[in-house]
């Protein structure tokens, strides 16, 4: 009898495959522990990647060129 389990996380299309249990419901527990192993590094990855994304793009203004300009009267 074959005990193995095959979990797909559908929105991001990652799956696995768990054969190393005795019983399929330790298979399943297994696969989804495995599961949101893999989205999570996905999530972490993609932070990261647009962490980078805005360091980067502050590497673009320059100083002395005013964004907006703020006039008060000095009474």
């Given at each position: ?31 989804i522990e ?42």
């Amino acid at each position: 009898m074959e005990t193995a389990v095959r979990a797909i996380h559908i929105p991001t299309n990652i799956d696995v495959y768990v054969s190393e249990m005795r019983t399929q419901i330790e298979n399943k527990n297994k696969s989804i522990e495995r599961l949101k192993e893999k989205i999570d590094q996905l999530n972490s990855q993609k932070d990261l990647d647009q962490e980078i994304g805005r360091w980067l793009s502050n590497k673009q203004l320059e100083r002395g060129n005013a964004m907006r300009i703020f006039k008060r009267s000095l009474s």
